[in-house]
């Protein structure tokens, strides 16, 4: 979700497809994505339950269900392909 909402930023102040924003910056994106991957394993490694509930309960529903996050995680991934996809066909930033 994160490199879809950069890449989307990122074409509109830059102007740059995804590629030409690999390219400019190689490491820190690897870096980005080391991280978050770091970030998001250790929990798991650490034995702790790092999904929430399925329904939250109480007035006050939060909305960070786990069925509307693998919904957001999944519509993030299809939306990163897009781009990848519509960029290599058109040649230019798809935001842009």
Not at 64 to 86: D, K, P, W
Request: proline fraction near 5%; charged fraction near 10%.
């Amino acid at each position: 979700m994160l490199g879809f909402t950069a890449c989307m930023f990122a074409e509109l102040s830059t102007h740059h497809t995804l590629w030409q924003q690999i390219q400019d910056a190689p490491l820190a994106i690897l870096a980005t994505f080391v991280t978050l991957y770091v970030a998001s394993i250790v929990p798991i490694i650490r034995g702790s339950n790092v999904l929430p509930p399925k329904e939250a309960e109480g007035v006050f529903k939060s909305g960070f269900t786990q069925t509307n996050e693998l919904i957001n995680g999944r519509a993030a991934m299809l939306g990163f392909a897009i781009i990848l996809g519509a960029e290599l066909i058109k040649g230019t930033p798809l935001f842009a």
